[in-house]
């Protein structure tokens, strides 16, 4: 049939399954929000209150449902506002397509109003971008776009598609969606050393990131775990796939990781890390990182393996693939010395905090048991986004969503409202430092707007929590540019535009809150007010060794 590009946009929105785009419209896009209209019943379009919101909110549909995520801008301002929410996606693997429109072709490179090269910007940032200036191969670069931005290690693919190519007309046929598979690329030997190595283990240890998420590994990872006998910890990104309330888990990894988790590696002989990159906030000093341990890494991406970390055994693959394979060819190993050992750790180092008056930690706990732990979770970046996970269990993936590799702030609020379009049957909560909160609190008008049911909590302290706490212990208690206690009532911000607000300054008015705000089932803000000087613990100083984890009791030891 014949149609015109806006049209050939919408149906192959259409072919892919999607539902639900983000996004905001402006003039070099208006074709293709036309044909929106005409398809208003078959494709949900949610206006946020600006495209970086957009950006964020098909990050967290992608995140919550596994599916591809979709945003739509205008050209110039409208794609470069963009720019950050692609490259959130990017660092953490989530599978968006961004879809643009720049000025007509003839104008292209003649600084025409609101020309942006956003291909050229967005090159770094992107698994692979589009121009499309033709609308012949409109339909099939869509059709790649969304099969390139799904496989392998998922990312976000960025199409810009000149004006013209949304008026001009051609034919278009229905086809049906593509997925692209990528092979294993590992050796029958390489499974045999695998295999070899996991066999020979006396203290191994098991260290899952954001790829076991991403493959849907979460049940061969148990599997795994209790086939090998072995401990458990994990990354911010691989939150869920290995059930917090397990007696293996020993917690977070890394700068803000538990002692157990950081202590465990720092021991064991064998290191196995599953979708994992081996980050700086994990590794530390890498000299020092698991330096009595072999490590078989597991990876989609070849590029990852020896990357940060030397590997001495390496499989290319999907990690459920892997793993399937593994758990068949793995006898049942038993080492109930060293987890003996790994339980006396979890006993001698539990996290604590104090108890005596409010704080993100209780206001976290009293969340996972209002909500059974069965929540999304959504988090900015900063303190209150390492306490979210800490002391939250997740026991299932796709429930903690937090930039995990940008460190993005102002990311979780339009994340939250992505994940609840996508996952309307789950409590949607997120968790925001009041830093945070500053930057897009605007998509609260997004929310009431549509009524979409999420909560907002607000950790209010005053200051920019995590940046104040290095400039405590590192910086002689200088707080430069840190202190935010000014007259901004963030209760009548929520009011006026449009969201209940509760205002929490006692420990006994969280839980009457949080229970308040689901009942509601409509957009609400949580402001909670915390001491100013609340730290997260434990802590590892910037490319210190992960055995040198310390917290608070180990400051006043020190002082003594």
Not at 145 to 170: E, H, M, Q, Y
Not at 341 to 361: R, T
Not at 469 to 484: D, E, N, P
């Amino acid at each position: 049939m014949l149609l015109t590009g806006a049209e050939i946009v919408v149906e192959c929105l259409k072919e892919q399954g999607v539902d639900t785009v983000f996004g905001y419209p402006g003039g070099t896009i208006l074709n293709v929000y036309d044909a929106l209209y005409q398809h208003s019943s078959e494709i949900n379009h949610i206006l946020t209150s600006h495209e970086q919101g957009a950006a964020h909110a098909a990050d967290g549909y992608a995140r919550a449902t596994g599916k591809v995520g979709v945003c739509l801008a205008t050209s110039g301002p409208g794609a470069t506002n963009l720019v950050t929410g692609i490259a959130t996606a990017y660092m953490d693997s989530i599978p968006i397509v961004a879809i643009t429109c720049n000025v007509v072709l003839p104008s292209l490179g003649k600084d025409s109003f609101q020309e942006v090269d956003i291909a050229g910007v967005t090159m770094p940032i992107t698994k692979h971008n589009y121009i499309v200036k033709d609308v012949s191969i409109l339909a099939d670069t869509l059709r790649k776009a969304f099969a390139i931005a799904g496989s392998g290690r998922p990312g976000p693919v960025l199409v810009d598609i000149t004006k013209d190519v949304t008026s001009n007309s051609c034919e278009y046929e229905k086809r049906e969606a593509e997925t692209l598979h990528q092979s294993a690329s590992y050796t029958e030997e390489e499974l045999k050393a695998a295999l070899d190595l996991l066999r020979n283990a006396r203290k191994p240890f098991i260290y899952v990131g954001g790829g076991a998420v991403i493959s849907g590994a979460y049940q061969e990872v148990r599997e795994f775990a209790g086939r090998l006998d072995a401990p458990v910890c994990d990354t911010l990104m691989g939150k869920g796939v290995f059930d917090g309330h397990d007696a293996r888990y020993t917690g977070m990894i890394g700068m803000h990781g538990t002692k157990i988790s950081n202590f465990g590696v720092s021991e064991c002989d064998v290191l196995i890390a599953m979708g994992a990159r081996f980050s700086d906030r994990v590794v530390g000093n890498p000299e020092k990182f698991a330096e009595h341990a072999k490590v078989l890494h597991i990876d989609i991406d070849a590029a990852e393996i020896n990357k940060n970390i030397r590997t001495d055994v390496s499989l290319v693959g999907d990690l459920r693939e892997v793993l399937e394979r593994i758990n068949r060819e793995l006898e049942q190993q038993d080492h109930k010395e060293w987890m003996q050992h790994i339980a006396e750790l979890q006993e001698k180092y539990p996290l604590n905090y104090d108890a005596s008056a409010l704080s993100c930690p209780y206001i976290i706990e009293e969340i996972d048991r209002i909500t059974k732990g069965d929540a999304v979770i959504t988090t900015d970046v900063g303190q209150h986004q390492m306490w979210a996970a800490q002391y939250y269990k997740y026991s299932m993936p796709r429930t903690l969503l937090t930039s995990g590799g940008l460190g993005t702030m102002g990311y979780g609020l339009g994340a939250c409202l992505g994940a609840k379009m996508g996952r309307p049957d789950k409590i949607c909560i997120n968790i925001a430092g009041d830093g945070c909160f500053r930057m897009n609190m605007n998509e609260l008008a997004t929310a009431s707007r549509y009524q979409i049911p999420i909560i907002q909590v607000v950790i209010n302290n005053h200051v920019l929590g995590m940046v104040r706490q290095w400039q405590t212990l590192f910086y002689g208690g200088r707080y430069s540019q840190t202190v935010l206690n000014d007259s901004v009532d963030f209760c009548k911000v929520a009011e006026g535009l449009g969201c209940e607000a509760i205002q929490v300054t006692k420990k006994e008015e969280v839980a009457p809150a949080v229970e308040r705000a689901i009942a509601l089932k409509k957009p609400v803000l949580i402001n909670c007010i915390i001491p100013e000087d609340d730290k997260v613990f434990p802590m590892v100083p910037a490319g210190a060794p992960i055995t040198e984890a310390f917290d608070a009791l180990d400051l006043v030891k020190a002082e003594q």
